[in-house]
């Protein structure tokens, strides 16, 4: 990784894969008109492309992991009883031997037991502090009537900041929040790991230790964004002293601990195509959560999933956490961010868990943020080599509710994301090679006006034109 972090000496060795390839999916190749078609017809957002359409598809790292025969066998006893599938206790049990919570609710995505949790712990009015905000996740605590308050370190907003845990909260800034609102107005602070916004960011297992002691004092709950802990328990492993000789699951297990549950999107970390969960410890809340799992997702044990689903994603999380996996993944990404940087292409540092990040701004400094930067370095990937990345800059961040206008984000980001034991070193070169070529034709590039814009979540479905 980058200088000033401490390497384990064994990872000096190759993180080669601890895999074989058993089956394969062909991949199809299109020529420059086509792609141009293709993009122009999608309204330049590449969310509203074919898949058939595209090369190295590096959109998201969300349900698009390659299982293993281990989970595809699972697959095939799954349980698919209405109630009591054999597949959810499997689950559970996982979720309680490598998280360590107490309840589990199973939902059909991440999203879905953020629904739940916004609904169960906030009231109109409350604020919600966090390490930065997720799209879904900060939708869902408005949606409740919250307000989200970003306290995360400024160094998580620079591009070039080295800090090895830019995902740690602000402790000064959670402590003015309480101050000023009242813990009463703080359901729960909202900690994510990696923070995706900010780039794949960790946080450490001191900072997570020192927000557990704010809470207690004022009686605040934590609740984990799960969704990429994993990734997260590596970093610390790698980065924080104390953990260098610690197996990634017993620091997960202990990271966990420091909270009071978590939403999962198990379509990142626990390696399936679908599914998530809310964990939490607090038999109440969980009876509530329960109670309303029936209304939006299903029956309390299979919530939106089949039982083949469930079985796939309890044998995930137990693949997830193996050194030698979540090692070969997180080295992969370090693989590409470190191409790129010897190339001299901007991108944030230190290279993040699950994705490279392209700073946009300085990619194409004559391109004003209101003309989409990064969505139109997205797009322009796609018109040079067939390669899919996505938007985490201005249309992302959407608009203010109240005053309407854009957020203008510090982060001008195009994303390269990496799915789980799917693509090859020689993918990750080819990667680097086009994006290399597009830097080097940057200054004839424009920017974009959008022509359609969505109400919710507007970067999946907005419209652009060349301007
Ligand atoms: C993907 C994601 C979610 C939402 O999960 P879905 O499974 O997509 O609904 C929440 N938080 C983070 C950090 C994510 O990356």
């Given at each position: 990784m980058t200088d000033d972090i401490h390497l384990r000496?064994?990872?000096?060795?190759s993180w080669a894969e601890p895999y074989k390839i058993k089956v394969v999916e062909p991949l199809k190749t299109t020529t420059r008109t086509e792609r141009e078609q293709a993009i122009a017809f999608a309204g330049y957002n590449t969310?509203?492309?074919?898949?058939?359409?595209?090369?190295?598809?590096?959109?998201?790292?969300s349900g698009t992991s390659a299982m293993s025969d281990y989970q595809w066998a699972g697959m095939m006893l799954g349980?698919?009883?209405?109630?009591?599938?054999?597949n959810f206790y499997n689950l559970e049990k996982a979720v309680q031997n490598y998280?360590?919570?107490?309840y589990v609710v199973p939902t059909h995505q991440g999203r879905g037991a953020e629904n739940i949790l916004s609904q169960i712990l906030i009231k109109p009015g409350d604020y919600i502090p966090g390490n930065m905000y997720f799209t879904t996740t900060r939708l869902h605590q408005e949606l409740a009537g919250g307000t989200f308050v970003d306290v995360i370190?400024?160094?998580?907003?620079?591009?070039?900041?080295?800090?090895?845990?830019?995902?740690?909260?602000?402790l000064r800034q959670l402590a003015d929040l309480i101050e000023q609102?009242?813990?009463?107005?703080?359901?729960y602070i909202s900690i994510a790991a990696t923070v995706n916004m900010a780039g794949g960011q960790p946080i450490s297992m001191a900072n997570l230790q020192a927000v557990r002691q704010i809470a207690q004092i004022h009686g605040i709950r934590i609740i984990l964004d799960a969704t990429r802990a994993v990734e997260n328990a590596y970093f610390i492993q790698q980065r924080e002293e104390k953990y260098f000789k610690q197996a990634t699951a017993s620091i997960l297990r202990e990271f966990c601990s420091y909270t009071d549950g978590c939403t999962m999107s198990?379509?990142?970390?626990?390696?399936?195509?679908i599914g998530g969960w809310l964990s939490l410890n607090d038999p109440a809340l969980y009876e509530e959560a329960s109670n309303l799992v029936v209304i939006y997702e299903g029956l309390h044990t299979y919530g939106g999933m089949a039982g083949r689903d469930m079985e796939a994603m309890a044998r995930g999380i137990e693949e997830s956490v193996q050194d030698d996996h979540i090692r070969a993944r997180v080295r992969q990404v370090e693989y590409l961010g470190t191409k790129l940087k010897d190339r001299d292409i901007p991108i944030v540092?230190?290279?993040?868990g699950h994705a490279v990040y392209l700073d946009a701004k300085t990619f194409f400094?004559?391109?004003?943020?209101d003309h989409f930067p990064a969505q139109r370095l997205a797009a322009e990937l796609y018109l040079e080599a067939g390669i899919r990345a996505m938007e985490r800059g201005i249309v992302s961040a959407?608009?203010?509710?109240?005053?309407?206008?854009?957020?203008?984000?510090?982060l001008e980001l195009v994303r390269l994301t990496i799915p789980r034991r799917v693509y090859t070193q020689a993918h990750m070169d080819l990667t680097a090679e086009a994006v290399e070529d597009v830097y080097y034709n940057r200054d004839r590039l424009r920017g974009l006006k959008m022509i359609y814009e969505p109400k919710y979540l507007r970067f999946f479905q907005a419209r652009f034109e060349l301007l």
């Open positions: 000496p064994y990872s000096r060795r969310f509203l492309l074919r898949s058939e359409d595209v090369y190295i598809d590096l959109l998201t790292d349980d698919e009883a209405y109630a009591g599938s054999k998280y360590g919570y107490r370190i400024d160094e998580a907003h620079d591009p070039a900041s080295l800090h090895p845990f830019k995902g740690n909260v602000d609102v009242g813990a009463e107005r703080i359901p198990g379509k990142k970390d626990a390696l399936v195509n540092v230190p290279i993040g400094p004559h391109i004003s943020q959407g608009r203010n509710k109240e005053t309407g206008d854009h957020y203008y984000p510090n």
